[in-house]
């Protein structure tokens, strides 16, 4: 198997874990692992115990992108190439779409389709061993996976620009001063941060989450006004309060002095 997939302990609840597994190749990004990928994904979000998806690499790369091997013959393709980067797009626009918050454990080498990869996830724990850059354009290359729209969003124009245009590559430290991931920890505790921090997700309203999630990259990706942004989180907020179960739930607790027993409905 390319793609690996299991759920781990994550507090009361369970994390998925997705783990790209071609080491000796960096874990290349191909027709068979975005097929898996998916498969994985489906999997995972339709067991109501995950509350939670984590996203990593075996061995010493998350992943260095897409198989430039087979780019040889799949670039001389006019309906092939199309068609798998469309269908990279879709597949790892899941994970900006599916209800539960989707952690890339950054732990190695991350360049290309790996970059774009980290940009579809909700959000980025970096090893410090953690190498990270565009570099399409130190092969010829250019993206197309997603990296000319959702970098400049993630880290500022200015420093997309940088990024793809110099190709080269930001250590763990400089990648969360960018904004580009949330924090850096050792290599041997990345796994352990992305489960704590699915366990302390997984205490909230599965349903409060999902929602939160959608408005946020709503209003993020579609780029409108703050005045645009700000009625569609009232009009959420309004409804999922005054309709859910886990709204009166967490007053109720708070009232009583106890833990919430959120039902996610």
């Not at 790369?61 to 780019?71: I, N, Q, R, V, W």
């Not at 918050?101 to 410090?128: F, H, K, M, S």
């Not at 565009?134 to 997309?160: C, Y």
């Not at 700000?230 to 106890?258: I, P, Q, V, W």
């Amino acid at each position: 198997m390319t793609v690996l997939v299991e759920t781990r302990p994550a507090g009361d609840a369970r994390a998925g874990l997705i783990t790209l597994n071609r080491p000796d190749q960096l874990n290349p990004i191909d027709g068979a692992v975005l097929a898996e990928l998916d498969a994985a994904v489906s999997t995972l979000v339709a067991d109501d115990a995950v509350r939670a998806v984590l996203v990593t690499g075996a061995g010493r790369a998350f992943s260095a992108g897409g198989d430039l091997t087979a780019y040889l013959e799949l670039q001389r393709d006019p309906v092939g190439f199309p068609a798998f980067v469309a269908e990279l797009h879709r597949v790892f626009g899941r994970l900006r779409k599916v209800p539960v918050p989707t952690i890339a454990l950054v732990n190695g080498v991350t360049a290309a389709g790996g970059l774009e990869l980290l940009l579809n996830c909700d959000i980025a724990i970096a090893a410090r061993s953690a190498a990270i850059g565009d570099g399409h354009l130190n092969f010829g290359m250019m993206g197309g996976g997603g990296v000319l729209t959702l970098l400049p969003r993630a880290v500022g124009i200015a420093r997309a620009r940088e990024l793809v245009l110099t190709g080269r590559y930001l250590d763990a430290e400089e990648a969360a001063a960018w904004g580009l991931v949330s924090r850096v920890v050792d290599d041997d505790a990345l796994l352990e941060a992305g489960l704590e921090l699915a366990a302390s997700i997984a205490a909230k309203s599965p349903l409060a989450v999902a929602n939160a999630k959608e408005v946020m990259h709503a209003v993020w990706a579609g780029g409108g006004s703050v005045d645009a942004g700000l009625r569609l989180e009232r009009e959420r907020n309004a409804f999922y309060c005054l309709t859910s179960h886990d709204a009166r739930e967490g007053l109720e607790a708070f009232a009583a002095k106890r833990e919430p027993r959120f039902t996610g409905t």
